[in-house]
C-alpha cells in the first residue's frame, strides 16, 4: 500500500480520561475546548474531534448545551475545520466483581439512540461509533455497545446524514462494521479510525495494524492512532501503510518525558512527521473530499 499523499490530521483534544488533573493543558471549559480546537487547526489540523467535560468538576459529560457551546465557539471564529463529535458516551459500565448485577460509580449507561441527542441537533461533519464492547483497562469497567445497540445508532446517523467515523478497538469489531456494511447501514465511503493500544483491545504492534488494515472494505478511508508515548510513532506509521492520522491530549500528554504540551503542539509535530516522510498535510477542504463530507457553508 502507498504511502499516504495528503495526511488528514485529527486533533482529539480533550478526551473523557481522567487527564484533567494530569496536565494543566487539558481543555475543560467550551471556551476553553473551543480555544484549543481553533489552534489545533491553526496548526494543522483539518478534523477536530470533540468530547465535552462538566466544567465545574472536568468530568466526562453527554450535556447537548455544552456541545453546542463550543461547536457555536468554533464557528463565530471563521476557523476553517472539520467537526467531529463523540457519540461514545453513555456506554461505560463499572460492576462489582462479587456482584456483577451491582453497578458501581462511573457507570453511564444509556441506548445507542439516547448517545444522539447533540449529533441530532448540531448535525457535525463527523461522528463517532464505537464499533464493539470492550474490556477497558483493567479492574471492571467495559465499553458496552452491542450489536443492537450499533444497528440502531447507525441508522440514525445515516438518517440524518453525518458521516460516521467508526472507531474499531479489535479486529471483531472491524469484522461486524463490514457487516453493517453489507446490512446497507453505512454510506460509502466508509471512515475508519483504528485505535490501538487501548487495554484490552488490539495492541500497538505494527503487524496487528497491517492486518487490520487489510481487512478494510475497498475504498475506505482509515485513520489510527495509538495512546502516550506510541502517539508519534504511530503518525509515522499510519501514513506508510497509506493512513491518515490522530493526535491530541485526549489519547497522549507529552513529547518527551515530562515535557507536558498543548494539543496545537502536538498537532505541530505530526505536521513535521509527515512532512519529513515526503507527505503534505491535507487542508480542511482536501479532508472534505476525501471523506466525502458537505462543503464549507453548503
Not at 472491524?174 to 465511503?189: N, R
Not at 493500544?197 to 500497538?204: D, E, F, Y
Not at 498543548?262 to 476525501?290: F, K
Amino acid at each position: 500500500m502507498p504511502v499516504t499523499e495528503n495526511v488528514i490530521i485529527t486533533c482529539a483534544l480533550t478526551g473523557a480520561g481522567d487527564t484533567v488533573r494530569k496536565s494543566p493543558h487539558v481543555p475543560v471549559t467550551p471556551e476553553q475546548i473551543a480555544q484549543s480546537a481553533v489552534q489545533a487547526a491553526e496548526a494543522g489540523a483539518a478534523v477536530v474531534h470533540i468530547h465535552v467535560r462538566d466544567p465545574e468538576t472536568g468530568a466526562p459529560s453527554r450535556d447537548p448545551r455544552l456541545y453546542r457551546e463550543v461547536v457555536e465557539r468554533v464557528k463565530e471564529t471563521g476557523t476553517d475545520v472539520v467537526i467531529n463529535l463523540t457519540a461514545g458516551m453513555g456506554g461505560d459500565l463499572v460492576i462489582d466483581p462479587d456482584d456483577p448485577l451491582t453497578h458501581l460509580p462511573g457507570t453511564d449507561l444509556v441506548s445507542g439512540l439516547e448517545r444522539l441527542p447533540h449529533v441530532e441537533e448540531l448535525l457535525p461533519d463527523i461522528c463517532t461509533l464505537d464499533c464493539g464492547s470492550l474490556n477497558f483497562g483493567d479492574g471492571s469497567n467495559l465499553y458496552v455497545s452491542t450489536p443492537d445497540m450499533l444497528r440502531a445508532g447507525a441508522r440514525r446517523i445515516q438518517e440524518l446524514g453525518v458521516r460516521p467515523e467508526l472507531e474499531i478497538f479489535d479486529t471483531g469489531q472491524l469484522w461486524f462494521a463490514k457487516q453493517l456494511l453489507a446490512e446497507g447501514l453505512l454510506d460509502d465511503p466508509t471512515v475508519f479510525q483504528l485505535c490501538m493500544g487501548v487495554p484490552w483491545g488490539a495492541p500497538a504492534d505494527p503487524g496487528v495494524l497491517q492486518s487490520m488494515v487489510n481487512m478494510l472494505p475497498d475504498g475506505a478511508r482509515w485513520a489510527s492512532f495509538s495512546l502516550g508515548r506510541m502517539q508519534m510513532p504511530w503518525v509515522a506509521q499510519s501514513i506508510l501503510l497509506g493512513g491518515h492520522v490522530r493526535v491530541g491530549l485526549e489519547d497522549n500528554l507529552y513529547l518527551g518525558k515530562g515535557n507536558k504540551v498543548t494539543n496545537a503542539q502536538l498537532v505541530e509535530r505530526a505536521v513535521t512527521i509527515t512532512e519529513s516522510i515526503g507527505a503534505r498535510v491535507a487542508t480542511p477542504d482536501e479532508a472534505r473530499e476525501l471523506l466525502g463530507l458537505r462543503k464549507a457553508n453548503a
